[in-house]
């Protein structure tokens, strides 16, 4: 008998499990019973490179229970962007199809950021946190902002346009693919009488896809700090 067969393939039985628990669940058939594909074509994306098309699906409940799951297909797989939200998205491919922002709204005047990565061919969460909270915990890391109270509600993270271009318009000369520019905005509860609204006003940040560090470039750096101070007068 042929003992080394018999320790080996138990090996690979367990490896293959392994490998299974580690890739994204794909699905021949999408969402489940319930969700129906929207017909609102600003809600269907599609990649530069063609090969992938999101789907956007709502399972309508009550007022306050409507979901939404988004499912990108590459060819005959089927694969869900995690999470589930209560609201349809937008979304902003770079421009070699190999990243995706997924630009949520939350609520009213609200929105969070999702970023995914291509891996095995198929797009996953790229982040175990939300790529806006890891814009807010570094807004609130910086010396010049870490004693900046903390805003009350419309709190929003923004894409800002050019993903596909590396930003081209505001006159940089970026590696393509590279860079993401997160706009970070909100408001306070209680402000001043003379005041009809205050808060942030648009604190800008560069995330690095390579290393998955933020930094702040110094083009930045006299609206950031007037985003700081930003206010609406009676």
Known sequence: MNTFRLA??????????????????????GPPP???LTDNADL????????TKLE??????????VKWQVWARHGEQMTELKPEQGFGAGFRFTNDSQ??????KTGSGEQDLF???VENGVFVNATKKSLSDLAWSYFYSRPETKKFTKLDFHITANLMKGTEEAYRWLGVDWP???YLVISLAGEYDNHPKRVARKGLGGW??????????????TMFAKENAEALKWEVRR
């Open 176 to 178: 393509d693919n590279r």
């Open 34 to 36: 319930g969700f129906v």
């Open 115 to 117: 970023l995914y990565h």
């Open 44 to 51: 269907a994306f599609t990649s530069p490179d063609g090969a």
């Open 8 to 29: 080996y393939r138990p090996a690979i039985a367990l490896a293959f499990a392994i490998s299974l628990a580690a890739s994204p669940a794909l699905s021949a058939s």
């Open 204 to 217: 800008q940040c560069r995330y690095d896809l390579k290393t998955g560090k933020f930094d702040v470039p």
């Open 99 to 104: 990243w995706l922002v997924r630009m949520q």
């Open 56 to 65: 956007q699906y709502m399972k309508d409940g009550d007022l306050f229970d």
